[in-house]
């Protein structure tokens, strides 16, 4: 079964910058969007950012004008995150919603210091 990988979390100083990637294992058909979710310490997951298979973009009002979507391709998807503050700290999930399904990351830890 296909499964999305991402990369690019650690530990960064409030004020800088990480940048996630996701690739999925496998070939994925018909992908309609992309997207990026987080889940903060005893939050509930809530979705950060997504890309369409048109090209569009959104990201949530908490990270506009930080957080910038993209992708490569339509398999690969990009979080570039600058200005970092400590409430960015969560688990970061990639998600693809395809016409057969939708597929989820393992998560990758983000922590930002202050």
């Known amino acids: 079964q296909v499964q999305l990988v991402e990369s690019g979390g650690g530990l960064v100083q409030a004020g800088g910058s990480l940048r996630l990637s996701c690739a999925p294992s496998?070939?994925?058909?018909?992908?309609?969007?992309m997207n990026w979710y987080r889940q903060c310490p005893g939050k509930q997951r809530e979705l950060v950012a997504t890309i369409t298979s048109g090209g569009g973009t959104n990201v949530a009002d908490s990270v506009k004008g930080r957080f910038t979507i993209s992708r490569d391709n339509a398999n690969t998807v990009n979080l570039q995150m600058n200005s970092l503050k400590p409430e960015d700290t969560a688990v970061y999930y990639c998600?693809?919603?395809?016409?057969?399904?939708?597929?989820w990351g393992q998560g990758t830890q983000v922590t930002v210091s202050s």
């Open positions: 496998g070939r994925i058909w018909n992908i309609n969007s």
């Open positions: 998600n693809a919603r395809a016409v057969e399904g939708a597929y």
